[in-house]
């Protein structure tokens, strides 16, 4: 049974460049949440896809934008990109349910560096 | 406002001592979980335990033990004889709505032999 994976596992990119991250959920998940997590920092929450719409949004600008496709997986784009958005991105997979608390899988990231 | 406190930035201790990661919470919900994470420096997240707000029994696994205290708004995390491979850091993480986890500043834990 296949984790949550994400690619690529590293990237650098220049300011003012575009970066797309992707994600895959783990089997049988349908619900896609993007985390950043700066160097010496707990994980801050981006957004939320679930049946490919924006469920719930953290706060980060426009210039960070998603996608979830039809098989669950999600994409993660970053426009502009400044020096201070360089950091691990997590994704995280659950499946949405009645009731109670839906856990998430988390995947290793992807660690963006901006110079 | 959601909000999680980690205050202890950094632990060290020698192996075999017990060592407590501190986490305080603020939330104006009655239903919201609590969540335990440790981080290798591999970076992936492994989850380690799931509390729910009206659940405040202290749980014990292994050498590790989780106590729950609503009336301080606090969930703290203890290893009992720590070894090496406790190294790591270590989130406290609320979650209300939507299951969006909102993460303390993380505590590093280092195990000396």
């Known amino acids: 049974d296949a984790g949550v994976t994400q690619s690529p596992t590293h990237l650098i990119k220049t300011r003012g460049q575009q970066v797309t991250l992707r994600c895959s959920p783990k089997?049988?998940?349908?619900?896609v949440s993007w985390y950043q997590q700066a160097l010496g920092q707990g994980p801050q929450f981006i957004f939320q896809y679930y049946e490919e719409e924006e469920r719930q949004r953290g706060n980060f600008p426009d210039r960070f934008s998603g996608h979830q496709f039809p098989n669950y997986s999600s994409e993660l784009n970053v426009n502009a990109l400044l020096l201070g958005d360089s950091a691990l991105y997590l994704c995280?997979?659950?499946?949405?349910?009645?009731?109670?608390?839906?856990?998430?899988?988390f995947g290793p990231g992807t660690r963006l560096t901006v110079l | 406002a959601q909000k999680v406190t980690q205050a202890q930035t950094e632990i060290s201790v020698v192996e075999k001592e017990d060592v407590t990661l501190d986490c305080v919470y603020e939330?104006?919900?009655?239903?919201?979980?609590l969540f335990w994470y440790k981080q290798p420096p591999s970076g992936e997240l492994v989850f380690l335990i799931r509390?729910?707000?009206?659940?405040?029994q202290n749980e014990i696994s292994g050498r590790y033990s989780w106590n729950f205290q609503k009336s301080t708004s606090s969930f703290n995390f203890t290893i009992t004889a720590s070894q090496v491979v406790d190294s790591a850091v270590y989130f406290c993480?609320?979650?209300?709505?939507?299951?969006?986890?909102?993460f303390g500043t993380g505590t590093r834990l280092q195990v000396f032999p």
């Open positions: 939330t104006r919900d009655t239903t919201y979980y």
């Open positions: 089997s049988g998940h349908d619900t």
């Open positions: 993480a609320l979650s209300e709505a939507f299951d969006k986890l909102i």
């Open positions: 509390r729910n707000s009206f659940d405040e």
């Open positions: 995280a997979s659950s499946l949405v349910g009645g009731g109670s608390y839906n856990e998430q899988f």
